[in-house]
């Protein structure tokens, strides 16, 4: 059996067809503030997307940035300053901040109302709630479910092993897994102390696995018709038959290629669903950003 691929890149095209309705009905020129410390080459990358995602859709992005050397109070003082400019939506912090700022303090200085990543305690806390619709969460947590309801499968009750629990995926996808009373999944959360993760693995109805370690979920640890959610993003090095290098004739460096944590051949013989990397998990999370954006603006105007 080969499993049915979740088409990442089609579930994000559904949500921005809602988002452009939603602007649409909306006559508003949502404003997405992306803040940076200091130069990192990771971030650049992060922040190029983000802004052609925003201005495909109709989002102004702006890009503050602030000098290496800003304490932390100061970072502090400024995040405030935008948090109360009516003008702006949503304010995304760029990781990373430089080694001498607490990333955790100024994650919460971002009001909750403009908290587009859904991160901080505020909006992390609705999570908890049978009873309450949250405005945004932590993004690829959003997009994991997302991936899994394209399925059309029924989550209630199944075996839902989550591998890795971060703050961003792997505890608030355990809790929207768990996020009705009636039809919750069963979830089991496995991390590095986890003692035998096949176990564990081997019984998963829907795998969700986020860590960043490529080749850690083999064929053999999952079970036969399981919907398998890989969010693991790795650059690996490109191999030839006898498991050697290959190297790029331009730059002489070793050809690289983005893989996750699942081995995909293997466990596309053995899941029902799998989401390919990449095309995945990750072609739906930019968009959601964009979705909490929306709802921000909706909550507020609302309130
Ligand atoms: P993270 O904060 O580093 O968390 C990784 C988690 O994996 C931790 O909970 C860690 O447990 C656990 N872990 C480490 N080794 C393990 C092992 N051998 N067995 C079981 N669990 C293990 O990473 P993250 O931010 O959640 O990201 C995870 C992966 O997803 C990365 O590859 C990242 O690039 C990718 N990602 C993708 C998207 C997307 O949109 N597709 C978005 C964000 C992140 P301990 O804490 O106990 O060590």
Redesign the pocket.
Known sequence: MSAKIIDGNKIAEAIKQWIKAELEKLKENLVLVAVQVGENPASRVYIKNQKSSCEEIGIQYNLVQFDSNISEDNLISEIKKLGQDEKITGIILQMPLPNHINSRKIQMSIPEEKDVEGVTPANLGKLLYADVQPTVAP??AL?VMECIKSTGENIKGKEAVI????????KPVTLMLLSSLLDSATPTV?????KD?AIHTKRAEILIV????PG?IKGDMIKKGAIVID????RIQIKDEKGEPVIDDKTGKPKMKTV??VVFDEAKEIAGYITP?PG???A??TVMLIKNLVNLYKSESAS
């Open positions: 993004c690829t997009s591998v890795g629990h971060s703050e961003i995926v792997g496995c991390h590095i102390a986890t993760l986020a860590v960043g370690k850690l969010v693991g993003i790795n996750g944590d990397v995945g998990v990750g739906v999370t």
